[in-house]
């Protein structure tokens, strides 16, 4: 299946700087930068109250920024860029009485997209053998992946996905890391937010760590290790700036 098409527009998917979001006098975003390539799979990685949803929401056109700049491939965010972009915050909502097939179409038709991509779709979360099987059957894990179907049918470039490993069982969540990849692979940019650490940063290429609206780390997992321990200096790296704040 071919989502998107890798390598014709510029390398960058997402480019946010400067990002500021202020509520009255609380800066929920104090000037955040952050870029995504065409296959990278990045981390934003912070306790709650860091402010992921509120970027999320900026960058999907939700929420307007107080200052700072959004860009997917090279243009300011608006409708024609949405279409670029394929979301799925937490597990989706789905109606338990149809089987996947017929999910996928009924979105099919919404989006305008053509029928013959529900294949494409399917196949890239693994789902082509349960198809024909009601949902309501499904675990939470299938659950996910037909969310991320739905994600994909239009072909987006990039996919935002919030707090993916929520409720999902360790076969669930490494058959996510596994999707993930492949997406990365295919040339689509991921963007994961997340508050837990372990379930989703093996997959990421590159993170950044946001408390309180700042940006206190971006790079490589490695980077962040302290002692070559990554949960340890992840969770240094929280006490440090929640001591700064108080
Ligand atoms: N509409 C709003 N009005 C005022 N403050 C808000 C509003 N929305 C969010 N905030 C505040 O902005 C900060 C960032 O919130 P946000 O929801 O973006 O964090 P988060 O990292 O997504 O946390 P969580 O994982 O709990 O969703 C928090 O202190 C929150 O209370």
């Excluded at 480019?15 to 930068?33: E, N, P, S």
């Excluded at 659950?143 to 076969?171: C, F, S």
């Amino acid at each position: 299946m071919s989502v998107g098409t890798p390598g014709t527009q510029t390398a960058d998917a997402l480019v946010i700087r400067q990002l500021h979001k202020h509520y009255g006098t609380h800066r929920a975003l104090d000037g955040v930068d952050l870029t995504v390539k065409a296959g990278e799979v990045y981390g934003l990685l912070g306790p709650n109250g860091a402010g992921k949803t509120t970027l999320m929401k900026a960058l999907l056109g939700l929420q307007r920024p107080t200052s700072g700049s959004i860009e997917i491939f090279g243009r300011p965010v608006g409708r024609d860029t949405l279409a670029e972009v394929g979301a799925l915050i937490e597990v989706p909502g789905l109606w338990p009485t149809l089987t996947a097939d017929e999910t996928l179409k009924v979105h099919a038709k919404l989006r305008g997209v053509p029928e013959d991509w529900i294949e494409g779709a399917l196949r890239l979360v693994k789902m082509t053998d349960a198809r024909s099987r009601r949902v309501g059957a499904y675990s939470l894990g299938m659950r996910w992946r037909l969310g991320i179907a739905i994600a994909l049918l239009a072909r987006p470039r990039l996919i935002i996905l919030d707090e993916p490993t929520n409720g999902l069982d360790p076969v669930g969540i490494r058959e996510m890391r596994g999707i993930i990849r492949s997406l990365a692979g295919e040339g689509v940019a991921v963007l994961i937010a997340s508050h837990q650490l372990g379930e989703v940063a093996q997959v990421c290429d590159r993170v950044q760590v946001l408390t309180a609206g700042r940006t206190q780390y971006e790079g490589s997992l490695e980077g962040l290790a302290v002692d070559g321990d990554v949960e340890a200096g992840f969770f240094r790296l929280l006490e440090t700036a929640d001591a700064g704040i108080r």
